[in-house]
């Protein structure tokens, strides 16, 4: 395929208009979904092909597709936002579409070439523009996705895949304002090690991470912290979240990438706005005694996690086997983190100049 050419097949019964607004009153995150799904075939020898959008609906898997045995799947998270003017816009969808297809390569599949992963994103919102809710904090976040389809139990590269995107109208993640959060640090597991598939937007890495977010949510905390698997001692992510820390003398870090870390669209949007304003940002490795020592010694000021689904949630309490910190208070959002996020927000919705040509306005 060389032009990116959808076939539209409209849904036949989409949801009423009065349904659909009750249902925008207040989605939630990840439960409403819209009328229609993108679906784009590969097959080895033919590439990809049958690009379409069509009436979102159940799939039919043959129970030894081999995504079910072996995991070969990855996936996107980005939103299609309200604009004041009534429209929609994406924000770095290019960026996604480039984390996609390295994200591919590293679960050795075909990526999908970006302009066709593009033009799929902007069909969908073109079907279901009628989704994006218009409250503040709503957005109609996109779930692009591809999975090995081959039917054989050999352990090998697929040679079918089936890449797709459904989208879900969601609301503010968190529905007053913006609380702080609490995080484990766990002691027993890790999220990513060296040469694993870390810095790869793959299923297996959440699945991985699931056990330590219940061990989170045991000890009454509400995201799971993960150190580096080598020392046990560098704080990477969280399960789906970037971390960024705010010092007394105004300054940033972040950890690294390294190949452990996933490369978030939230935090190298969060880098380049605070380097605009004037702040020195490290991407530095930060350890979790440091962060213990200057949350005691009040050095560190601010602290707070990024991603796509939350923006920016300000971190309020640490507690791990060596017992409980603060950053600040504990319960007020930082200064600086508040800044970062409204002054994001405010591009994505086009109340903000677009310095940096993230903004792609849709119909
Ligand atoms: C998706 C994701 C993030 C955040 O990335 P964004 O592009 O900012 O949404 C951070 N960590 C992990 C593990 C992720 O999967």
């Not at 989409?14 to 607004?21: K, N």
């Not at 591809?146 to 529905?175: N, Q, T």
């Not at 010092?247 to 605009?276: E, K, Q, V």
Request: charged share 20%; proline share 6%.
């Amino acid at each position: 395929m060389t032009e990116p050419t959808f076939r539209i097949e409209p849904h036949a019964t989409p949801v009423d208009a009065g349904t659909r607004a009750g249902m925008l009153v207040d989605p939630g995150f990840g439960r409403v979904f819209t009328d229609h799904m993108v679906v784009i075939n590969y097959k080895e020898g033919m590439g990809w092909h049958d690009a379409r959008v069509q009436a979102r609906a159940p799939i039919q898997m043959d129970p030894a597709s081999s995504v079910l045995h072996y995991a070969q799947e990855i996936f996107e998270g980005m939103k299609a936002y309200r604009t004041e003017d009534g429209g929609a816009a994406l924000f770095r969808a290019d960026a996604n579409a480039a984390r996609f297809a390295r994200s591919a390569e590293r679960m050795a599949m075909p990526p999908l070439p970006e302009p066709l992963f593009l033009e799929s994103v902007r069909q969908l919102v073109a079907a279901d523009r009628d989704w994006i809710p218009g409250q503040e904090g709503g957005a109609l976040y996109l779930r692009p996705f591809m999975f090995a389809s081959e039917v054989f139990l050999g352990v090998k590269p697929s040679s079918e895949y089936l890449y797709m995107v459904i989208g879900s109208a969601v609301g503010a993640y968190f529905k007053s304002g913006t609380p702080t959060v609490s995080l484990w640090v766990s002691a027993d597991y890790t999220r990513a090690a060296p040469g694993g598939t870390g810095s790869a937007k793959c299923g297996g890495n959440y699945a991985a991470s699931l056990l330590a977010q219940s061990e989170a949510i045991r000890h009454g905390c509400d995201q799971v912290v993960f150190l580096d698997a080598v020392e046990r001692r560098w704080v990477e992510e969280l399960g789906g979240m970037n971390l960024f820390f705010v010092f007394d003398d105004g300054s940033m870090i972040t950890p690294p990438l390294r190949g452990t870390i996933l490369p978030g669209i939230t935090r190298d949007s969060i880098l380049t706005l605070a380097r605009d304003m004037g702040i020195t940002v490290r991407e530095e490795r930060y350890a979790i005694d440091q962060w213990r020592a200057d949350a005691t010694s009040g050095r560190l000021r601010e602290a707070f996690a990024c991603g796509t689904a939350a923006v920016v949630t300000p971190i309020g309490t640490v507690r791990g086997a060596d017992g409980d910190f603060r950053v600040g208070d504990g319960a007020t959002p930082g200064e600086l983190t508040l800044k970062l996020r409204t002054a994001l927000v405010d591009i994505q919705r086009g109340l903000a100049p677009d310095r940096h040509g993230w903004v792609e306005k849709l119909l």
